[in-house]
């Protein structure tokens, strides 16, 4: 590839923006760029966005969510993956539900339902990828917070505070714990418990009672509130008639101290050069603070000052001097002052600034040479900016004065973050500065209803009419959702829209607050706010020195197809491989069998199975002779690991009352469904009693958190003995063993409860597991063992597990999940019970009819979704209809839509209209 040297421009269609270099064998640029080629080709980037059809929810709703996945700079549906997973994940940073859905041209549609069996008031994250997306890592994912709240059951509201008291050097931290009746009435003198928790595992445990307001304190371990992460404190109240009702909280860091950042534009501080200079300021609830100040010189003389203006953000300029340094003298909105330094200026280099709210089609790019640099006569810097690995624009410049101005046509560049990057003569990068391109290369949608004002239950009718910026019609893919936001107030800059998510949020660093504040209502302020954005928070794509290096690590994970191929060895006991064996797959209940041969290294593979929820397989191993002396071992799947929440300014301390109306709602709701003897909503209200079922057979699962604790073995710890591990868990409150004899397996140990006086009914994967063959699993090493529950306050937890065996009260119950989530009851490694993830059911939204008002539903309509519709495409025309009927309700009615078409072009539009 070899270029021509030049200060000036062309175009060049292959690599879409714009190349100016020579050609010079081994020219470090060529190199540069051919990298960034390279890694844009092998890394091809998905993003996922959901969209939910309301901001939060209560137990007993059902989550509506449609996922959208793009590919590249220009947002396009991928054709890449053929499955995505989403994920509903705890306070405890666990996986409470897991949903593989198939995708089809980029698009899928599921709900999650918030069970009162497995959901408490909390705040929980959706988290979206596919497996192509685990090669970048988590932090690429989808990833949202969002409150549940609780309704029909709940007789206990709570909030909590954080106190800090200063402790020498250390910072004491008091979780303060409110506890009040839905009237605000407090639960005064009412003994509660606690336990700290991080994960799974237990920190701390404790007790005590409310004082006359209704407030615990609560210390927290210095260790613990420092780090916060996935800590949590889970307290048990009890109220009337012994009544013990669960609450978490997440746990705050150990600081009220506001966290200032100082970040240089382009990276660095140069003497003698101004320099605009980002200043972040956060809370220790992870939102921005406004916070002002000035900068001195180490003479104590202002040489500026400094003003966050919007949401902590903020910025002043800088000429710093050689032999000077420089200190932020800072204010809080408290009135304290605290003096923080400033990164130290450099007396070599370069600045690189950039103006892209200029009005027009162009970017104007500034370097600032210092004076050292000027001293060595002309130098050559190239100029390259790239959007998702996609060359935009690259020029190489000569510098040989203090600032040297660049304008950049931008007309071709795509809406979203462009990086800018300086690179030396050798290829080095010197500076890095991220821009927001906000263009109007989207849809324009238009909503409309024929009238403003609306009765209860009446009919609505729905236009919607896509268009492009010049007015042409437009086909697209749109998902609506309807809302009462009397019901469901929210505050729509907060939200996470489709702009927000796959134009910035996917491509930045860091938690973004009110993402949705940057698309909802574009200005100058909004986009000047955007801005200061970008300069405070970096790119996370990749870093040019690894580019350069080829310190690429190839991808480990294959992009998934819709269709699965189940893959796996033959190999003779003694670990060697079985040419030539016969391999069968079965499902009795599809009446399906296939058989296939292995490969002279034992490889096998059953191709292109569509594989849906529940389905299970067994697979029978054979030598060419018919021999059974062999085992199957089958490709895992490595499930991806939860991750702490960063989301941390999402996070709300006090959910019942942010999200009253909501609560208030689904409690008429769910008591006049009960006055009619129905019920709904995922919801089992008090009084509701659980009979025994049934012997089904399977025993069914409950949340962990309606565990009495849980044990999850650490592969890094070596514990010896399945049962020696469960003996030395951390925290042990639940098992002991006792040796007795058995007539007929001889010697035995028996689990029983710590205080002796229950003996576990063991299961393993839903089996209910005789005790001689728990023996076997006991002195095992453990390491098919995945998760352990250990389950004895609650028979309703008992039964529930047992799948109604042993009757209203029965015993303890130790439930064993193994990783395969196949256990084998009768070892025989010639044949392997495999149950591959398989892809969800996908239930339609209900949407009821009031056309003949003589047969209508004696019940109220009290939806707070009216509703939800994953799959409205527009004509030829750009135009599309729906209709549905309002609810029992009146209020502000929200529409909301969101869509893509197929060349990336992205939607959304906000229609609202009254229902009296």
């Not at 709703?61 to 994920?87: N, P």
């Not at 660093?509 to 504040?517: A, D, H, V």
């Not at 969800?840 to 056309?851: G, L, N």
Request: one cysteine or more; charged letters at 25%.
């Amino acid at each position: 590839m070899k270029l021509k040297r030049s200060i000036f421009l062309f175009c060049s269609i292959a690599f879409i923006g714009i190349v100016a270099f020579t050609g010079r064998d081994e020219d470090p640029i060529e190199k540069l760029l051919a990298s960034l080629q390279s890694w844009a080709e092998n890394n091809p980037q998905e993003k996922v966005y959901l969209h939910t059809d309301k901001p939060y929810y209560t137990v007993g709703d059902t989550i509506w969510f449609k996922t959208y996945v793009t590919i590249g700079s220009k947002h396009q549906l991928s054709a890449l993956s053929g499955a995505v997973y989403v994920e509903l994940i705890n306070e405890g940073d666990s996986i409470a539900q897991s949903l593989k859905l198939p995708l089809m041209a980029g698009m899928a549609k599921g709900s999650i339902v918030l069970s009162d069996t497995a959901i408490r008031e909390g705040n929980y994250r959706l988290r979206a990828y596919t497996q192509w997306m685990r090669n970048a890592g988590p932090e690429y994912f989808y990833d949202k917070t969002f409150s549940v709240g609780n309704s029909a059951a709940n007789t206990v509201f709570a909030k909590i505070d954080y106190i800090y008291a200063k402790d020498g050097a250390q910072t004491k931290v008091t979780a303060l714990i409110k506890y009040t009746d839905q009237k605000g009435s407090p639960y005064a003198d009412k003994a509660v418990r606690y336990e700290l928790k991080e994960g799974y595992k237990s920190i701390a445990t404790g007790g005590g009672k409310t004082n006359e307001s209704g407030e615990l304190s609560i210390s927290l371990p210095s260790s613990k509130s420092e780090k916060a992460g996935s800590a949590y404190i889970l307290t048990r109240i009890t109220i009337a008639d012994g009544e013990n009702v669960p609450k978490s909280f997440p746990i705050k860091r150990a600081s009220q101290q506001t966290d200032v950042q100082f970040f240089p534009e382009g990276g660095n501080l140069v003497n003698d050069i101004w320099t605009k200079v980002g200043v972040k300021a956060v809370g220790a609830n992870g939102l921005g603070v406004s916070v002002q100040g000035v900068i001195i010189d180490n003479e104590n003389k202002e040489v500026s000052r400094l003003e966050t203006k919007h949401l902590g953000m903020g910025y002043f300029n800088l000429k710093s001097e050689q032999g000077k340094t420089y200190q932020a003298k800072i204010t809080y909105p408290d009135g304290s002052v605290n003096t923080l330094k400033l990164p130290n200026a450099a007396n070599e280099g370069y600045v690189l600034s950039v103006y892209h709210n200029t009005g027009g089609d162009t970017i104007l790019v500034r370097i600032g040479a210092g004076s050292s640099i000027l001293k060595k006569g002309d130098q050559v810097v190239s100029l390259v900016a790239q959007s998702e690995g996609d060359l935009q624009y690259a020029v190489d410049i000569h510098i040989n004065k203090a600032l040297t101005s660049v304008p950049i046509p931008s007309k071709g560049f795509p809406s979203g973050i462009v990086q800018f990057a300086l690179f030396s003569e050798s290829g080095d990068p010197l500076n890095e500065r991220i821009v927001f391109v906000q263009k109007n290369d989207h849809m324009d949608l238009k909503v409309n209803s024929s009238k403003k004002e609306y009765s209860l239950r009446e009919k609505v009718e729905i236009e919607l009419n896509a268009q492009d910026a010049s007015g042409n019609p437009l086909v697209g893919n749109f998902s609506v959702s309807v809302i009462n936001e009397d019901v469901v107030p929210s505050d729509e800059t907060t939200e996470n829209s489709i702009f927000s998510q796959l134009l910035l949020s996917s491509d930045i660093k860091g938690y973004i607050e009110k993402p949705n504040y940057y698309f909802h209502n574009p200005t100058d302020e909004t986009r000047a706010n955007l801005d200061i954005l970008m300069l405070t928070q970096g790119y996370r794509r990749f870093v040019w020195k690894d580019l350069i290096s080829n310190k690429q690590v190839p991808p480990v994970y294959k992009a998934e197809k819709l269709v699965t191929n189940i893959t796996g060895k033959l190999m003779t006991l003694n670990n060697k491989p079985v040419a030539d064996g016969k391999v069968t797959l079965i499902n009795n209940k599809l009446g399906l069998v296939l058989d296939t041969i292995s490969d002279g290294k034992g490889k096998f593979k059953f191709s292109n199975l569509l594989i849906t929820e529940g389905i299970d397989f067994t697979i029978q191993g054979r030598t060419a002779n018919n021999g059974k002396r062999l085992e199957i071992q089958i490709d895992k799947f490595v499930e991806q690991d939860a991750t702490p929440n960063i989301n941390i300014g999402d996070i709300n301390s006090d959910i019942p009352k942010a999200l009253m109306a909501s609560i208030e709602n689904s409690v008429k709701q769910d008591l006049d469904m009960q006055k009619h003897g129905r019920m709904g909503r995922g919801q089992h209200l008090k009084e509701v009693r659980i009979e025994a079922s049934k012997l089904p057979k399977f025993g069914n699962t409950i949340h962990e958190n309606q565990a009495d604790q849980v044990f999850r073995p650490d592969s890094r710890q070596n514990c010896g003995t399945f049962k020696d591990c469960l003996e030395k868990m951390n925290n042990n409150k639940s098992v002991r063993f006792d040796q007795i004899m058995a007539e007929d397996c001889g010697p035995m140990w028996v689990a029983r409860t710590l205080s002796g006086d229950g003996v576990y009914a063991v299961t393993i994967d839903g089996w209910i597991l005789e005790s001689c063959d728990f023996q076997e699993l006991l002195l095992g090493d453990g390491s098919n063992i995945s998760k352990v529950y250990f389950v004895y306050d609650s028979y309703a937890m008992r039964a529930r597990l047992l799948g109604g065996r042993f009757g209203l009260k029965p015993p303890p119950v130790m439930a064993i999940y193994t990783k395969s989530g196949n256990f084998r009851q009768k070892y025989d490694p010639s044949v392997v019970y495999y149950a591959p993830k398989g892809f969800a059911s996908v239930k339609e939204f209900y949407v009821p009819k009031y056309d003949h008002p003589e047969i209508n539903s004696p019940l109220a309509d009290l939806r707070s979704t009216i509703y939800w519709s994953p799959a409205t495409v527009t004509d030829k025309e750009g135009k599309a209809r729906l209709s549905y009927f309002n609810s029992d309700n009146k209020g502000a009615y929200r529409v909301t839509v969101e869509g893509i078409n197929a060349d990336g072009l992205l939607g959304r539009q906000v229609y609202r209209y009254q229902v009296k």
